[in-house]
């Protein structure tokens, strides 16, 4: 808890949030310390916010490694699927509906755009420092998110989706990711009643957003929770959506299986369905 020097004439008091005295940083913390405790502030102001929505998808360049076999498909059970990457940009980029990137590994490569916004948050403090108004600037709920929710949300929030942890390049990871940009979701504001698709009426999205997702927005139970997603459509793909799978090292699985349900489904044959080369021993 940092506590702050109460300019009062002729008496000194304490209390539990800090504000500016006349050397104009926070009392007890120097220029950078003062910087670093306000972004720290902001931050944890961001990360409480539950109310934003993001649908992503993962992919990887990885198509048989043991370590995506133990973490991503049911400790080896599962199957890995080949997609077409030519086709997901397509459906992607057709609209400005989706952004497929792959993922970054390193802080070294953030985008120009985010340096831009830190810049501008940098220069709002030493705004506020100068004119003696950070209490009401930065310990002000309703101020902050108004102030920074451009930022929180297009940048700081959804430009993270594609940076990563370098503890996990070897994941080779793509994100698909509805975008923010042309579609504003939040739990409070968006017309959700548009996006249900329930047994009496189905969902009234329209156009082409309507058209990759035709049952619209549907629920599941997960991690103690309840989480609503997107269920993508290929109609018109089919055919050339899928260039080879791989069947898990420790799936009980056999060829024929996967080929009834791909014909199902309105796969056709995949010619390449393969037993993974790894192995857990």
Not at 38 to 50: E, P, R, S
Not at 108 to 133: D, G, H, M, R, W
Not at 159 to 188: G, H, I, M, T
Not at 210 to 237: A, C, M
Request: net charge negative; charged share 25%; glycine share 4%.
């Amino acid at each position: 808890m940092v506590i702050y020097l109460c300019r009062e004439r002729g008496s000194c008091q304490y209390k539990a949030n800090p504000f500016l005295v006349p050397n104009k940083v926070i009392y007890g913390l120097d220029e950078l310390d003062t910087i670093k405790y306000l972004l720290k502030l902001t931050l944890d102001k961001i990360l409480k916010q539950n109310e934003m929505l993001f649908y992503v998808s993962c992919f990887s360049e990885a198509a048989d490694k043991l370590s995506q076999w133990r973490g991503y498909a049911d400790d080896g059970k599962g199957l890995s699927i080949g997609f077409n990457a030519e086709i997901i940009r397509e459906i992607a980029s057709k609209e400005n509906l989706l952004k497929l990137k792959k993922v970054k590994y390193s802080i070294e490569t953030l985008p120009e755009q985010v340096s831009k916004y830190a810049q501008s948050y940098l220069e709002s403090i030493n705004f506020a420092i100068s004119k003696y108004n950070m209490r009401e600037t930065y310990f002000s709920d309703d101020y902050m998110m108004n102030f920074f929710h451009y930022l929180n949300t297009k940048l700081l929030i959804q430009e993270s989706l594609f940076y990563k942890n370098p503890a996990f390049e070897e994941e080779e990871e793509w994100r698909l990711v509805l975008n923010e940009e042309e579609n504003e979701l939040d739990k409070s504001s968006t017309d959700w009643d548009y996006w249900y698709s329930t047994a009496d009426n189905k969902s009234a999205l329209t156009g082409y957003f309507g058209e990759v997702f035709p049952d619209g927005l549907q629920f599941r139970s997960s991690n103690n929770t309840i989480s609503s997603y997107l269920d993508f459509s290929f109609k018109g793909f089919e055919s050339e959506l899928i260039n080879n799978i791989y069947i898990g090292p420790k799936s009980n699985l056999e060829r024929n299986d996967i080929d009834h349900l791909l014909k199902y489904y309105g796969y056709g044959e995949i010619k390449e369905i393969n037993k993974s080369n790894s192995t857990y021993r």
